[in-house]
């Protein structure tokens, strides 16, 4: 009997870690398969040392056929999207309409401004922050449909007051780390990526897993704002890089990047398209 194979199917997206699955892949009793070309790029190979474990990642349906030794069909513990099967010679399975997706976000002492890349299956803002407890003292949101009032906040240590209770994509946020930590975050890419924007300043995220010059990324508004500012938490030497599409020299805001907070001055209002 050949040897059966690991299928692993991996697309990394700017940081992201993101299956790409074809409509429908079939592999039969083969021990090595290839550079298949399928709606992504697509590598399929063997997991080494284990030529008799296939992995399936975020698969919806899964079929197998069982060999001499018993077949064995599982979830990898604390990743429920991956199935693992054994001893299968014929393994196929169908897309998932929208893949998990993970990614993580470096946060530094001091003020961040973040936004979400990612959809998650729970928004509230005490589960997307539960893995840096202890690590940060409040998270502000600038709301710029409220005129009554465009401040919104989040303090873990007050039980009282806060009026900032999820946290969602195309946003950006304000966080206040009291140490460095890693912020993992997993969902979905949003089904919408358009953001409205008001008069005035808005503080707004990137609704995109690839990162954009921002002539591209604002193309949509274009004539519509004045100035964009980005917060780099990362670069002490000068935090703070800014676009001006009116002024060909002297700006060091470049790309816009999934993860990341953007204050946009509109002289009118608009809808961003990324």
């Known amino acids: 009997m050949q040897n059966n194979i690991l299928i692993f199917l991996i697309v990394l997206i700017s940081g992201f870690s993101q299956l790409a699955l074809a409509e429908e892949i079939n592999v039969t009793d083969t021990d ?13 190979s063997h997991l080494i040392g284990e030529p008799g474990v296939m992995v399936v990642k975020y698969a919806d349906t899964v079929s197998y056929n069982q060999l001499e030794n018993p077949t064995d ?7 429920p999207g991956v199935m693992v099967v054994k001893y299968a010679d014929t393994v196929s399975y169908n897309q998932l309409e929208n893949p998990i997706s993970s990614t993580t976000l470096n946060l530094y002492t001091g003020w961040n401004l973040i936004s979400l890349p990612l959809m998650p299956e729970d928004t509230s803002i005490t589960s997307l922050l539960s893995s840096i407890n202890s690590n940060y003292s409040i998270v502000w949101e600038y709301n710029a449909s409220d005129t009554a009032d465009h401040w919104k906040k989040y303090d873990p240590g007050v039980p009282f007051g806060n009026d900032l209770t999820n946290m969602e994509p195309g946003k950006g946020y304000w966080i206040m780390m009291t140490s ?6 997993s969902g979905t890419m949003p089904e919408s990526t358009d953001i409205d924007l008001k008069t005035g300043w808005n503080l707004v995220g990137f609704n995109s897993p690839d990162s954009k010059s921002i002539a591209e990324a604002l193309f949509s508004i274009n004539g519509n704002y004045s100035i964009v500012w980005a917060y780099n ?3 002490t030497a000068d935090h ?17 990047e999934p993860g990341r907070g953007y204050w946009i001055m509109m002289t009118s209002e608009g809808i961003l398209k990324i």
């Open 180 to 185: 460095d930590k890693t912020l993992p975050i």
């Open 233 to 235: 938490a990362s670069d």
């Open 240 to 256: 703070w890089k800014k676009y001006d599409p009116g002024v060909p020299f002297g700006n060091d805001l470049i790309n816009v």
């Open 32 to 44: 090595y398969v290839g550079n298949l070309t399928l709606n992504h790029n697509t590598n399929v």
């Open 73 to 79: 069909v599982n979830h990898r513990a604390g990743e």
